[in-house]
């Protein structure tokens, strides 16, 4: 094993960078700490180059680092790399996820216009992954999906879905070329989610948390859906609506 014992160290330093996006952008990979993470990493075969570890801490005998290099540092160098206030002791380099453009006809997506918050994009994901979606599709004005609070909001999903970065005015008529029936999110000249009987594959698209979806897309779609409100909220949080209907879609099938 290899070791590290100073934060100065310059490829600790060339790790640091992949806190930000400009650096994860230039390298093609992000760090991800915590043991839970790290494992669903390699357990779904992420492209995984590095593995930090606290020279405290173990790595549990069931974990198959095939190719991995292992780096054995000090707790200093743990917390200039990790992002929460109190790290597990673990955290790894993963190259970005090779995006698959492959679209199934039967399948279930998701299209995001503007998703903002990191604990919304991540808990989309995560339910989506529940839900048995086939893929997600983040449009423009997009967090990051490779920001740590992202990362840890999918709790592992991330490892277990394609997503691409694309522009949705070319994903949508490329979707439905495909035959996938493509489902906005509006109350203005929608319809309630539970009205709707999918016969086929489906894309559902989820907008930014303060304007919705941009009405150039809503025009492009074939029906848009709602989440009726009865009491007195005016909305619903973007996550909770995109798990109601994407269970609702689910159960209609």
């Not at 200093?76 to 790399?81: F, Q, R, S, T, Y």
């Not at 490892?159 to 999110?185: A, C, Q, S």
């Amino acid at each position: 094993m290899n070791r590290i014992t100073s934060p100065k160290n310059g490829r600790v330093k060339e790790w640091k960078k992949l806190k930000n996006r400009k650096g994860r952008e230039k390298a093609g990979a992000y760090i991800i700490e915590g043991f839970h993470l790290v494992e669903e990493a390699l357990k779904h075969h992420a492209e995984v180059t590095d593995l930090i570890i606290e020279e405290s801490m173990r790595i549990p005998n069931d974990w198959h680092t095939g190719n991995v290099t292992t780096w054995v540092v000090t707790e200093p160098v743990i917390k200039e790399l990790a992002d929460t206030e109190t790290p597990q002791g673990i955290v790894a380099i993963v190259q970005f996820q090779k995006e698959n453009h492959d679209v199934k006809p039967d399948g279930a997506y998701i299209l995001l216009d503007g998703i903002q918050d990191p604990g919304n994009l991540g808990t989309i994901i995560r339910t989506g992954d529940s839900a048995g979606v086939d893929g997600v599709i983040l449009g423009p004005g997009t967090v990051d999906v490779y920001n740590s609070k992202v990362l840890r909001s999918t709790q592992g999903s991330i490892f277990h879905l394609p997503l691409i970065r694309g522009d949705l005015n070319e994903w949508v008529p490329m979707l439905k070329e495909k035959g996938l029936k493509i489902y906005g999110t509006a109350l203005q000249d929608g319809v309630p989610y539970t009205d709707e009987r999918p016969d086929g594959g489906y894309a559902l698209m989820l907008g930014n948390e303060a304007n919705g979806v941009h009405p150039d897309l809503l025009e492009q779609t074939d029906l848009n859906l709602y989440v009726p409100i009865y009491g007195k909220a005016e909305s619903l949080n973007v996550a909770v609506a995109a798990g109601v209907l994407l269970y609702g879609l689910k159960a209609a099938e």
